[in-house]
């Protein structure tokens, strides 16, 4: 072989290399279109904060998801209480667990906050107001980046014909 | 300046010399392969860059339908979490 091939292999191997990166680097969302609750909880001791662009919730609606999954009570407890939840109902899940968590029980919560501040509960109807479905079994709170009432409505009410009762 | 003017003396006598013993012909040889060997050069040269050109079309050939090929994710994952798990605590929370 002469020197133009070991130059001419040396550049198909670098764009096999290079091509073999592109194919394996994890191509995540922007994120810039990811919502402002996920930049604050993204790196946040204690939880997981996940975010799914629409996320599919039956066969004709998909919506903006923020998944935060607390790896422990006192971070769910905190998780909590930034997303407004009263501190009696935590102080009742600290003591009482088994009226959240057991084998019959799966106590879910759902409310709608403020967006431009956690901690405010709104009506549904609200403009300007997002989706939060809480589970205590699995210490975790899904955010869905909705704002209209209607898309809202749907997803309860996805959610309340797939309670098992 | 005797010095320099013997100098210059050996030199017209070296030409001199040269041009006692020039053979034409072997002048003609002599620039005929001079002419074939740039002309082999020049192909050669041809040749490289052909195949250079060839190699670089194939690598950025190769990177741009990685580019096409990888898939664009549409979500951002906490560390050690796989979208199936999202997917399946999401449905969870929603009671699928």
Known sequence: ?????????AILLAGFLASAAVLRHPRQLP????????????DAPGIRASFVKNFPINDTLAVNVLLLEATS??????????????EDLINLYITNRE???????????????????????????TPGSRLVIGSYKKKSLCVFNVEEKSIKDLISLTHIQNLKL | MNNRNDKKADRVA?????????????????????LAEWHRRRAEGVRNRRLYLLSVAIALLMVSCSFQLAPTLNYRL????????????????LGK
């Not at chain 1, 994120?31 to 930049?39: R, V």
């Not at chain 2, 070296?14 to 001079?34: H, I, K, N, P, Y």
Request: with cysteine; hydrophobic share 35%; aromatic share 10%.
């Open chain 1, 31 to 42: 994120l810039e279109e990811c919502s402002p609750e996920y930049l604050r909880y993204k």
């Open chain 1, 73 to 86: 009570d006192s971070a769910f407890c905190a998780l909590l209480r930034d997303f407004g939840e009263a």
């Open chain 1, 99 to 125: 009226l959240f968590v057991g084998e019959d029980v799966n106590a879910i919560e759902v409310f709608c906050i403020d967006k431009n501040d956690t901690k405010k509960h709104l009506p549904r109807a």
């Open chain 2, 14 to 34: 070296a030409t001199v010399d040269r041009l006692r013993g020039f053979d034409s012909r072997r002048l003609q040889c002599e620039m005929t392969d001079g």
């Open chain 1, 1 to 9: 072989m002469k020197k133009r091939h070991y130059i001419s292999l």
């Open chain 2, 78 to 93: 906490a560390d050690g979490v796989s979208y199936q798990e999202v997917e399946d605590l999401t449905n969870h929370v």
